[in-house]
């Protein structure tokens, strides 16, 4: 953590092009995945972000060997410590996704119990609900989860809900079960089937029932190395093509999957851009008219349209010619960039999990606060549509998430600087 703050002016009519890196949701479940083999794993397309960094830490602490070379990760060797480091779980949420890959390869570890975050409770009930069934033994003392294992069991489980890191952690706890599974239920994000592809190279069987949201898996007690690509990262080509309307600019996206998409570019068409799909992995944004329409949006598992954009529309959705209706079905506590949006002018009634977003001619620049990692780059958006100076702090949560955004917007015009007293 530290007191670099974003320091924003208001930026209009941009042209230029802006590249997608890759998922930080998909990298981090990869990773975790190289606990299942001592082989070599290779993973390419890696962002350069904190929580990979954070991750890189957590496993090199737990005896993996680990090189980050340009954008690609050499990551081998085995686990000679079972225990995950408190202060990273505290940093990164996300650590939890080691669970799965020590109860398969292990049949043991101790995992810090990650806490809530800003944006939810976020309890990972349904991670250890699974894995008592498959008949592991858990154990919550000061904060550590303790898990034991004589015997992996095979299943058939359904989660009670869907979850994007509960169905990664059961997919890879499963990994070395012989028998087949079956796991109902099951998230069907983009990211999660990049984990799939990962473990399918790995030796691991399994089939996924889209329609269903099934998933059968047999494992195997060996599993192998693997070689893979991260996804581009849909919620960061997502934030550039609100960015895009929201300044009026044409921006050209390039490295992004246009398949992972769709709910996204529905509603943008529906706000009043036009977007010209180039090929699969890159596309023209600009508006039709100075005009951004009212949206009604509620956030959804995928294919529905993901939390992760919520904040970054509401920001444009603050200058429409109407009134929006947010409702934000995942997050319990994921409308904190409203109050700080109020701070900058824009209109913005909750009533429970809907928020009411009534346009308003100008927003004015404003010091605002970022709460957590979205949060912070709708404030971005905010912040370039906002007449005059803009300083956007707390942005450490932006650096989770967006690889060097100010670098990548200085570049096609925007003015945005980081300032570091
Ligand atoms: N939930 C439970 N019990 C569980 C698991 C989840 O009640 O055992 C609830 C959560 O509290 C939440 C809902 O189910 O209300 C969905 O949570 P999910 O488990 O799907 O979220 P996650 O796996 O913790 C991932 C992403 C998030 C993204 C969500 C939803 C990673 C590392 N994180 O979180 O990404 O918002 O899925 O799509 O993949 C971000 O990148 O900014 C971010 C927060």
Redesign the pocket.
């Known amino acids: 953590m530290n007191d670099a703050y974003l320091l924003i002016e208001q930026s209009k009519y941009l042209e230029g092009t802006l590249e997608v890196s890759g998922a930080?949701?998909a990298a981090?479940p990869l990773m975790a995945a190289t606990i299942l083999t001592e082989e070599p794993c290779i993973i390419r397309n890696v962002p350069n972000l904190l929580d990979i960094k954070n991750m890189i830490e957590l496993l090199s602490d737990m005896g993996k060997r680990i090189i980050l070379e340009n954008s690609t990760l050499y990551i081998e060797g085995p686990i000679l410590n079972k225990e995950t480091r408190e202060d990273i779980v505290r940093k990164m949420?996300?650590s939890v996704l080691v669970m799965g890959p020590l109860i398969a390869r292990y049949k043991s570890g101790k995992v810090s119990m990650p806490g809530g975050c800003s944006?939810?409770?976020?309890?990972?009930?349904?991670?250890l609900k699974a894995a008592k069934r498959m008949g592991v033994n858990i154990d919550i003392e000061q904060g550590f989860i303790n898990l034991n294992a004589t015997y992996l069991n095979p299943i058939d489980f359904r989660f009670d809900?869907?979850?994007?890191?509960?169905t990664e952690n059961v997919f890879c706890m499963l990994s070395t079960v012989e028998q087949e599974s079956f796991v109902r239920n099951i998230?069907l994000?983009p990211?999660v089937i990049n984990l799939v592809e990962a473990l399918k190279q790995m030796g691991v069987f399994i089939e996924i029932d889209k329609p269903n949201r099934t998933a059968s898996i047999k494992g195997t007690r060996y599993l192998k190395g693997f070689d893979i690509e991260v996804i581009p990262d849909r919620?960061e080509a997502g934030t550039f093509m609100v960015l895009a309307l929201a300044t009026g600019s044409k921006i050209k996206i390039v490295n992004l999957d246009v398949n992972h998409i769709e709910s996204v570019l529905e509603k943008l068409e529906i706000a009043g851009a036009k977007i010209d799909i180039l090929s699969p992995d890159s596309v023209l944004v600009y508006p039709k008219s100075e005009k951004i329409n009212p949206l009604y949006i509620e956030t959804l598992e995928y294919p529905g349209f993901?939390?992760?954009m919520q904040a970054q529309f509401m920001s444009l959705l603050s200058m429409a010619d109407g009134e929006s209706t947010i409702v934000e079905n995942?997050?319990?506590n994921r409308f904190q960039h409203a109050q700080e949006l109020a701070r900058m002018g824009a209109c913005i009634t909750i009533h429970s999990k809907t928020a009411y977003v009534k346009g308003v001619k100008h927003l004015k620049g404003a010091e605002v606060f970022s709460t957590?990692?979205?949060a912070s780059a709708g404030l971005v958006v905010a912040g370039l549509m906002a007449e005059g100076k803009s300083i956007i702090r707390n942005i450490y949560h932006l650096d989770r998430?967006y690889d060097h955004i100010e670098q990548k917007l200085e570049k096609i015009g925007a003015k945005i600087k980081r300032i570091n007293p």
Do not use: C, S, W, Y
């Open positions: 930080k949701n981090l949420r996300a944006i939810g409770a976020r309890p990972i009930d349904q991670h809900m869907i979850t994007v890191t509960g998230a994000e990211e919620i993901p939390t992760d995942i997050f319990e957590d990692l979205r998430g």
